[in-house]
């Protein structure tokens, strides 16, 4: 049975699991999920994704949601411990540096420009009116955060050492979204290492692929 992906190609999160899925060339079927019908409210969908949020996989019965808890089992299954998109599990501190990459992505990172991309772009999308001024709250805080980035991509070639990780790529479906809105901290002179791994990461055929769709 093909892996079964239910999402929608628009939504950030089904993007992040679909760039894993290009980056391994696994075979899937995509179930497209009518986000603005609110297909993920219905019961049926409810009944697997309890929170209503997209996407969710179905591998030959076994179902799984939050995009990053499926692009981790993805990897382990389907060869990205052989490719080095994951550490394998007896190679203790490159576990470690993994998971490190991984949880700063979603603390530092996804925290200020996932609530950017609301404001800015969702919100108008729904109708509904910008937050200006919380807007002009997060901006600086995500350019403190990039300041930290500059200081470890100084020191190793991605976030978890000198071989891309899922945790660089968590980083695509969002970070792309930042130009939209004029916001350049990801191709800043200002932060040169940052600036070298955002095009690193972005120019990969994965990300073009799934970006482009």
Not at 39 to 53: C, R, T
Not at 68 to 91: D, F
Request: proline share 5%; glycine share 6%; hydrophobic share 45%.
């Amino acid at each position: 049975m093909v892996l079964k992906l239910h999402g929608a190609t628009i939504a950030t999160c089904t993007k992040r699991v679909l760039t894993v899925i290009e980056e391994l060339s696994i075979p899937y079927e995509l179930v497209p999920v009518n986000f603005f019908a609110g297909e993920h409210k219905d019961p049926s969908f409810l009944a697997v994704q309890p929170f209503g949020q997209i996407p969710y996989i179905d591998d030959d019965g076994f179902k799984l949601f939050e995009s990053r808890a499926i692009c981790r089992y993805l990897a382990l299954k389907y060869g990205g411990v052989e490719a080095g998109l994951v550490p394998a599990a007896g190679e203790l501190e490159k576990v470690a540096l993994f998971e490190q990459a991984a949880s700063i992505e979603t603390s530092n990172f996804d925290a200020s420009a996932s609530k950017l991309a609301y404001e800015n772009l969702f919100k108008p999308m729904l109708g509904q009116t910008t937050n200006t001024e919380a807007v002009k709250a997060l901006i600086p805080v995500l350019e403190g955060k990039i300041a930290g980035y500059e200081v470890m991509l100084g020191k190793t070639k991605y976030l978890a050492g000198d071989v891309v990780t899922i945790a660089d790529l968590f980083h695509l479906s969002y970070g792309s979204l930042l130009a939209q809105q004029k916001i350049d901290f990801l191709e800043s002179e200002k932060y040169p290492n940052v600036a070298r791994w955002w095009k690193d990461i972005s120019s990969r055929p994965s990300w073009k692929k799934v970006s482009s769709a």
